[in-house]
């Protein structure tokens, strides 16, 4: 396995992580908020509303922007 | 035809004690010292000058007109006796459609329930399908065009500029506060961003220089390079892209 192997997993076990959790919130009855509770928890005030939504707009310029 | 001079006197004092608050209110430096302490204003700076330095100035430049007017908003909140608390009531504006509104845009509304006026829940569905029409155009013209390009950003960037600045006027929806979350399960979305972004940063750190990308070392704009190549991947992602930010405008 080389770096490259070692960097996408990590990308991947990231991600595993995050459909557990989601899957922990949603099937169970763990404390944990669903994704969705978490965005309307982070909607909530100006400063991580503007985070937020800074966040999506990022990834638009970041892959398509000049 | 003007006003009485009773009037004219209250506007005069009107403008006169605004003037006086405002040089008697904090000075620029505590009120910039006081939206620092804001934890997003300091993340967006952070992402602002890391996005300079990857050699994408643009991208730069816009977050930090973001962070830097969202630390002197927040400044001037907490430095401001007796403003507005923070949430949904204190950034509630007119402009938010009500909760019967949102309900009919839904489809759960009285519109659409049984004996509801059917012509409103038509409507409500053309609206939903003209959204999802205008969404798919956005993405396939978008996508037409090569990445990088001006005819590229100008959609991308207004279309992010636009969403933001509405972000900023207050919630688009009225919705209640949300229940207290769980500090644990909020701690364990946390971990998992954060431990997103520093992976991404590791990678990024490890290229042979900031701009020049390296196998060895992908980031995640490297690995979607590929995919990105091609009009029907850019047109999947851009949709992805707008499918995640009414995801996230829902909230």
Excluded at chain 1, 10 to 31: D, E, H, N, S
Aim: hydrophobic share 50%; charged share 15%.
């Amino acid at each position: 396995m080389n770096s490259h192997d070692v960097a996408v997993l990590g990308y991947l076990v990231i991600l595993l992580a995050g459909i557990v959790l989601q899957l922990l919130a949603t099937k169970t009855r763990a404390p944990i908020p669903s994704l969705g509770k978490v965005f309307s928890w982070a909607m909530g005030t100006r400063a991580r509303r503007i985070g937020v939504l800074v966040a999506w707009a990022w990834v638009g310029l970041h892959f398509f922007a000049h | 035809m003007g006003g009485s001079p009773r009037s004219g006197d209250t506007g005069i004092g009107d403008v006169a004690a605004t003037v006086a608050a405002v040089r008697a209110g904090p000075g620029y430096a505590v009120t910039a010292l006081a939206g620092l302490r804001e934890p997003i204003v300091v993340i967006l700076l952070l992402i602002a000058f890391f996005t300079w330095i990857s050699g994408k100035p643009l991208d730069g430049l816009l977050m930090l007109v973001v962070g830097v007017s969202l630390a002197w908003d927040t400044g001037r909140r907490r430095t401001r006796p007796g403003g507005p608390p923070e949430g949904r009531q204190a950034d509630s504006r007119p402009q938010d459609i009500s909760a019967a509104s949102r309900d009919d845009a839904r489809g759960v509304g009285p519109a659409t329930r049984p004996g509801g006026p059917p012509a409103a829940a038509r409507w409500s569905r053309l609206m939903v399908l003209a959204w999802l029409a205008a969404g798919a155009l956005y993405a396939l013209l978008v996508g037409s065009f090569s990445r990088y390009s001006w005819p590229a950003t100008v959609p991308v960037v207004a279309l992010g500029a636009a969403v933001v600045v509405a972000g900023w006027r207050g919630p688009s929806l009225s919705r209640p506060a949300p229940a207290k979350l769980p500090a644990i399960g909020l701690a364990l979305w946390g971990v998992v961003l954060a431990a997103g972004c520093l992976w991404e940063l590791s990678s990024l750190l490890q290229q042979p220089s900031l701009t020049t990308s390296s196998y060895a070392h992908p980031t995640i704009s490297t690995l979607t390079d590929p995919v990105l190549g091609t009009w029907v991947g850019r047109s999947i992602f851009l949709a992805a892209w707008l499918g995640l930010g009414w995801f996230v405008v829902d909230r």
